[in-house]
């Protein structure tokens, strides 16, 4: 079984410029979820897509967008980037079954470590 | 907000059993504890979770106190490779549970 996957590792960007990374989610998974972790800090909820749609969003602004591919590989756009985007972004997958309240478990990608000049 | 509460950091000598404890007082009837670890420059690896009973596997042990509000982790014969930051997490189940991580436990295990 294949795990989580993202594109690229690295990546540096100017203030005002936009960027997307990508994510292939594990095999079978149907829920992709993003996180941004800043140096020192706990990696803090981004959103998360299901089943194409998002269901799910954490305390970011709009410029922070994603989507989810019918293969459930998704990507996290961000627009206007500022010096405080500088951040470790991480993709996890998991399997949500159709039981509303059943427990499940995520996959986390290695991330991408953006830098923001 | 994180609804966990942990130690900054934890020493443990290589081949002991590193004890791991949490705080989750206001933890609801349909959260479960979970446990990941995230190892330097990687994303953060599963390690176990339970709702109300004591959980093992091939990993570690999760120890839940009977009312529920607070937890071990105990990796039975640490390794210096368990060196990480080590993090409790309440969730409920469903699929909008996403992961509310805090700042974790910084776990350095000495030979």
């Known amino acids: 079984e294949t795990g989580v996957t993202q594109s690229p590792t690295h990546l540096i960007k100017t203030r005002g410029q936009q960027v997307t990374l990508r994510c292939s989610s594990q095999?079978?998974?149907?829920?992709v979820s993003w996180y941004q972790q800043a140096l020192g800090q706990g990696p803090q909820f981004i959103f998360q897509?299901?089943?194409?749609?998002?269901?799910g969003r954490g305390n970011f602004p709009p410029r922070f967008s994603g989507l989810q591919f019918p293969n459930y590989s998704s990507e996290l756009n961000v627009n206007a980037l500022e010096l405080d985007d500088s951040a470790l972004y991480l993709c996890?997958?998991?399997?949500?079954?159709?039981?509303?309240?059943?427990?499940?478990?995520?996959?986390f990608g290695s991330g991408t470590r953006l830098t923001v000049v | 907000d994180a609804k966990t509460t942990q130690p900054t950091s934890m020493d443990c000598a290589e081949g002991r059993a590193a004890n791991l404890p949490c705080n989750h007082s206001?933890?609801?009837?349909?959260?479960?504890v979970y446990w990941y670890r995230q190892i330097h420059s990687q994303g953060p690896q599963y390690i176990i979770h339970?709702?109300?009973n004591n959980e093992t596997n091939e990993m570690a042990s999760l120890i839940i106190t009977e009312d529920r509000k607070s937890s071990t982790l105990i990796l039975p014969h640490a390794t210096l490779r368990d060196t990480a930051v080590y993090y409790c997490?309440?969730?409920?189940?469903?699929?909008?549970?996403?992961?509310?991580f805090g700042k974790g436990t910084k776990l350095s295990v000495k030979p």
């Open positions: 996890a997958s998991s399997l949500v079954p159709p039981d509303p309240g059943a427990n499940y478990g995520y996959t």
């Open positions: 095999s079978g998974h149907n829920t």
């Open positions: 897509y299901y089943r194409e749609e998002e269901n």
């Open positions: 206001t933890i609801s009837g349909n959260e479960y």
């Open positions: 339970g709702l109300k």
């Open positions: 997490i309440v969730r409920r189940g469903g699929s909008q549970g996403n992961l509310i």
